[in-house]
T-cell receptor
Framework: DGGITQSPKYLFRKEGQNVTLSCEQNLNHDAMYWYRQDPGQGLRLIYYSQIVNDFQKGDIAEGYSVSREKKESFPLTVTSAQKNPTAFYLC??????????????FGAGSRLTVL | AQTVTQSQPEMSVQEAETVTLSCTYDTSESDYYLFWYKQPPSRQMILVIRQEAYKQQNATENRFSVNFQKAAKSFSLKISDSQLGDAAMYFCAWGPNQFYFGTGTSLTVIP
């Protein structure tokens, strides 16, 4: 079945450590996204990528980094520069293009807790 | 600035009754899409309904329908014949490529 796989589901990090969240999709989607979800704040865009080897910052990119070396993969690294990284992280993908059937498909999410 | 506002943090509805969730948005674009997503306790985001801004006809998906008022930048979701499985967080969103989300409305369905 086609879908998006996020791993790990739960992750614990000590302060000062970088961690990488994995996102893989087999939907043949061109565009991929990372969102952060905090209670009462909805989903906020961290980074998105419309094509391989290209990505753009979203509203809250500081302290995060991404790469898009393959169409199927869009890993997110939470660096030690992110001051409040404890949150629920959602990866999503879409067909891409501006006026296509642009519906976001989401992964199951990753919960990051800083100890 | 592109914003999406959901002014109802919490709503409740009796089972089998109808409830309407509100959403307003702000954009200078003329062509875009609007969405309602559902997030149940599992936290898996599920698309409920989608509306193309260039279409005047309101979208409908079974018990879910929208009231799209483009001039007012309003996009409300109506759930008819509410069921216990409808209990979830509901997020309004708009795009075409960057997708902006509201802060969500928590819907409780009372048996």
């Amino acid at each position: 079945d086609g879908g998006i796989t996020q791993s790990p589901k739960y992750l614990f990090r000590k302060e000062g450590q970088n961690v990488t969240l994995s996102c893989e999709q087999n939907l043949n989607h061109d565009a991929m996204y990372w969102y952060r979800q905090d209670p009462g704040q909805g989903l906020r865009l961290i980074y998105y990528s419309q094509i391989v080897n290209d990505f753009q910052k979203g509203d809250i990119a500081e302290g995060y980094s991404v790469s898009r070396e393959k169409k199927e993969s869009f890993p997110l690294t939470v660096t030690s520069a992110q001051k409040n990284p404890t949150a629920f992280y959602l990866c999503a993908s879409s067909m891409g293009g501006r006026y296509g059937a642009n519906v976001l498909t989401f992964g199951a999410g990753s919960r990051l807790t800083v100890l | 600035a592109q914003t999406v506002t959901q002014s109802q943090p919490e709503m409740s509805v009796q089972e089998a009754e109808t409830v309407t969730l509100s959403c307003t948005y702000d954009t200078s674009e003329s062509d875009y899409y609007l969405f309602w997503y559902k997030q149940p306790p599992s936290r898996q985001m599920i698309l409920v309904i989608r509306q193309e801004a260039y279409k005047q006809q309101n979208a409908t998906e079974n018990r879910f329908s929208v009231n799209f008022q483009k001039a007012a930048k309003s996009f409300s979701l109506k759930i008819s014949d509410s069921q216990l499985g409808d209990a979830a967080m509901y997020f309004c969103a708009w795009g075409p490529n960057q997708f902006y989300f509201g802060t969500g409305t928590s819907l409780t369905v009372i048996p």
